[in-house]
C-alpha cells in the first residue's frame, strides 16, 4: 500500500506499508518531481514485491509475504471474481 503524505511545498514523505504484515519503508520527497521507478526499483532490491490482484495493487516486503498474505485471503478473492 503506498500513501504520499506532503505539504502545499511538495516536502514529505513517500509511505509504502506491507499489505502482509505492516512493514514499513518511507522516502522522503522534495520538490516536485517523485521519483517512483527508482523508490520501486529501491523497494524491489530490497527484497520488496508489488503484485495486481483484482484491479488492486498490494505491496509487499518479500515474496513469502505476499504468498502468506495471499493465502490467507484466497477465499475472499475467490468471491471477488
Ligand atoms: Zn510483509
Given at each position: 500500500m503506498r500513501t504520499l503524505n506532503i505539504d502545499s511545498k511538495w516536502t514529505g514523505t513517500v509511505h509504502y506499508a506491507?499489505?502482509?504484515c505492516r512493514r514499513k519503508r518511507d522516502f522522503p520527497?522534495?520538490?516536485e518531481i517523485i521519483d517512483w521507478m527508482g523508490q520501486r526499483k529501491r523497494l524491489q532490491n530490497l527484497g520488496w514485491v508489488q503484485t495486481t490482484v483484482n484491479g488492486t495493487t498490494y505491496d509487499?516486503?518479500?515474496e513469502a509475504c505476499m504468498n502468506r498474505y495471499?493465502?490467507?485471503?484466497?477465499d475472499k478473492l475467490?468471491?471477488?471474481k
Open positions: 506491507c499489505d502482509g520527497v522534495s520538490g509487499f516486503c518479500s495471499l493465502k490467507r485471503s484466497s475467490k468471491e471477488v
